[in-house]
């Protein structure tokens, strides 16, 4: 009777979970957390906003609004690796110079080949392709740290009770929380709770600094700065804890992302012609942005950003203004997420990053403030 | 589109988990404490990552695998990620373990190219075969039966066909795990022949990680059939299969008629604007390759 009951009840909650699974259509889109301020502030008002106007109070908060509704918050007693984005204080800790650090030199060992071969504006191509995906996944964040207020981590937050749409919020429970589990499955619950990484505000009454994750995606469990989703990017990024560190967290999405990059542009000339330019010439633009469509819908869709009408258009365009904002590096653009939260580059870092920019649109390969930077 | 696919899935769905509900009946292995592991919360990132991707896996895995092979410890085991390839055998019967291995790899290489059921993600429509369920769970199938070859019987169950069809999977690691199995099957010098055959067919990476891992078997008994095949790829394959095996190998030591066979075939890209890139990529390893060899490149034969 009893294995009987067990059974029936096992079944059953399972049953929930599927349908509630199955019929929430929870899509986390980080676009749709920038309102239509925002969006015009990256896309096309930044040159406007890079002299002396005045700062608006609510672009401001923007990131860090942003961020609210993603991140999740870190075990007091985890241990983390990497830069700590304090956004109040990031360009007094010099966050922006250790983030573009950790990129290039990850960036440079896989794009080094390359330079190898004598082809250094695919060197290049990459190496700017890396400093715009963690832009346009994770708004250059991995891990942050606020003050202990409720309004940074309450239980809404926590669950993802702000979340604007209905289905990412769904998702965003069912990954990091399992709170509908809870209320189903805790009277199975014998085993006393375990403390893992990630913990819940009640599990930190009494710190005075919550330190974060960021965590996304469509279904809720897209992980840090370059939002590594927990199924298909399980078994070798977040079951053996890469996330707890910001270098290996960059090392494997770049990694990942080079393999778009790579195949893409050996397989231009036969499979993904619309890496070309009208002089059957690698467009590499065009390469860094199938690159992208690839590393956002798979292998297959390297060529998803030339469709204007595509239903992943959205996506697209959106890659496309972080690719600008990286272009505009060498043209007196700002570094970051967005104007109103500029990442300051010391001068020796500004350089380097200018370098690239310039040796991929001159075609030159010019670099010794890079060399210096990948030296240290 | 996708809300059709949604519907009938929704449907499909229902029925698995009625299927479910009569196999946990009839699941004499059930316990409290099992019951408990399942369902046990834990808040940490890693453990509720694993419950998802574990649930993620089951599903496909369920789709793709005859009923009998879902209901043993041993697939349980299988599907728990928190058990590494090395820790799979302990405490698992060897019989059990090998009638599950066995049946799940006949059932997932017939599925694993089209991805077993696996379909894109609604939102972004992400699909990557490569680190799809099925080819994961045959990279980590193929790397249990790696360590433990004669403990389950390979000889008895497992074809080189079957092993040299995955070599051209997408995961690399299968492709490694796949090579590591054919190994132990067939011992190496066997081994190398039916690989290097087999690489012909091969494309981009694939071909050249299939005749990088031959490197350390290479002698110079064999090494002219490794240039044969080189050389034929040269004339025939895509660039890309080209350079995959050029990057793996520029440190193989050749004779100058040897580097001569090789770049024979590679003129034909040089005619070509939208191959630069790649003539250029080719005309490094080469010259690699002679350097490390001792060689020149005669000017007459290298047309790149």
């Known amino acids: 009777m009893k294995k009987i009951s067990h059974g029936l009840i096992k079944s059953s909650l399972i049953g929930l979970t599927l349908v509630q699974a199955l019929s929430s259509q929870a899509y986390f889109d980080k676009q749709q957390y920038l309102s239509e301020d925002t969006l015009l502030m990256t896309g096309q008002t930044k040159k406007s906003l890079q002299t002396d106007d005045i700062q608006d109070k609510k672009s401001r908060a923007s990131i860090v609004r942003i961020l609210d509704n993603v991140m999740a918050t870190i075990n007091k007693s985890a241990e983390i690796y990497g830069p700590i984005y304090r956004h109040d204080t990031r360009n007094s800790e010099n966050y922006g110079d250790e983030i573009v650090k950790i990129i290039l030199k990850s960036a440079h060992a896989k794009a080094k080949r390359y330079l190898d071969e004598g082809n250094p504006q695919a060197y290049y191509a990459f190496l700017a392709l890396s400093l715009t995906v963690p832009n346009q996944e994770g708004l250059f964040v991995h891990f942050r740290e606020v003050d202990s207020d409720r309004d940074y981590c309450n239980d809404e937050r926590s669950t993802g009770e702000n979340i604007k749409s209905s289905k990412a919020k769904d998702q965003f429970q069912a990954a990091l929380n399992g709170e509908g589990g809870k209320k189903l499955f805790g009277i199975f619950n014998r085993n006393k709770e375990s403390e893992g990484f990630l913990v819940k505000c009640k599990d930190l009454r009494g710190e005075k600094k919550y330190r974060q994750l960021i965590v996304g995606g469509s279904d809720g469990s897209d992980v840090g700065m370059f939002q590594l989703s927990a199924l298909w990017h399980f078994d070798e990024f977040l079951n053996k804890g890469k996330y707890d560190s910001v270098k290996q967290t960059v090392d494997y999405g770049l990694n990942y992302l080079r393999q778009q990059f790579h195949h893409g542009y050996r397989n231009a000339a036969t499979k993904y012609t619309c890496f070309l330019d009208e002089n059957q010439n690698i467009d590499y633009f065009k390469l860094i942005r199938g690159s992208w469509s690839a590393y956002n819908g798979g292998p297959s869709q390297k060529c998803r950003f030339a469709d204007k009408e595509g239903p992943y258009a959205g996506h697209d365009n959106g890659f496309k203004k972080n690719l600008d904002i990286t272009l505009n590096l060498n043209d007196g653009g700002f570094f970051g997420f967005a104007s109103d939260s500029t990442l300051d580059l010391s001068p020796a870092v500004r350089a380097a990053v200018e370098e690239v920019v310039t040796n991929l649109e001159k075609k030159t390969n010019s670099a010794s403030a890079l060399q210096s930077l990948l030296d240290s | ?304």
């Open chain 2, 1 to 304: 589109m996708l809300g059709k696919k949604k519907n009938s899935f929704l449907v499909a769905s229902t029925v698995f988990v009625l299927v479910m509900g009569a196999v946990a009946l009839l699941d004499n292995e059930t316990s409290s404490e099992q019951i408990d592991s399942e369902h046990s919360i834990d808040h940490s990132l890693v453990a509720n990552a694993h419950k998802e991707a574990n649930t993620y896996r089951k599903k496909i895995l369920e789709k793709a695998l005859p009923k009998k092979a879902t209901g043993s410890a041993a697939y349980r085991n299988f599907v728990d990620s928190a058990v590494t390839t090395d820790q799979y055998l302990e405490e698992l019967r060897i019989g059990q373990a090998k009638e599950f291995l066995k049946t799940s790899f006949k059932s997932l290489k017939d599925c694993y190219r089209e991805g077993c059921g696996q379909l894109p993600d609604e939102d972004d429509g992400f699909y990557d075969p490569a680190l799809s369920i099925a080819q994961q769970s045959l990279k980590r199938l193929l790397e249990i039966t790696a360590r433990h070859p004669k403990k389950l019987d390979l000889r008895n169950w497992m074809e080189e066909s079957e092993l040299l069809d995955l070599l051209g999977a997408e995961n690399q690691g299968l492709r490694q795990a796949a090579f590591e199995n054919l190994v132990n099957l067939k011992g190496t010098k066997e081994a190398f022949q039916d690989i290097l055959e087999k690489t012909r067919e091969l494309q981009g990476e694939a071909a050249g990680d299939a005749l990088k891992n031959m490197l350390t078997f290479v002698n110079e008994d064999n090494k002219q059939d490794l240039i044969d095949s080189m050389a034929l790829i040269s004339k025939e394959g895509s660039s890309a299969t080209v350079l995959g095996i050029l990057e793996n190998l520029s440190e193989l030591k050749v004779s100058q008629s040897q580097i001569n066979q090789i770049t024979e075939g590679l003129c034909r890209f040089k005619e070509k604007k939208s191959e630069s890139h790649n003539v250029a990529a080719m005309s490094y390893y080469l010259k690699s390759m002679a350097a490390n060899s001792g060689i020149e490149l005669e000017a007459q034969n290298y047309c790149l």
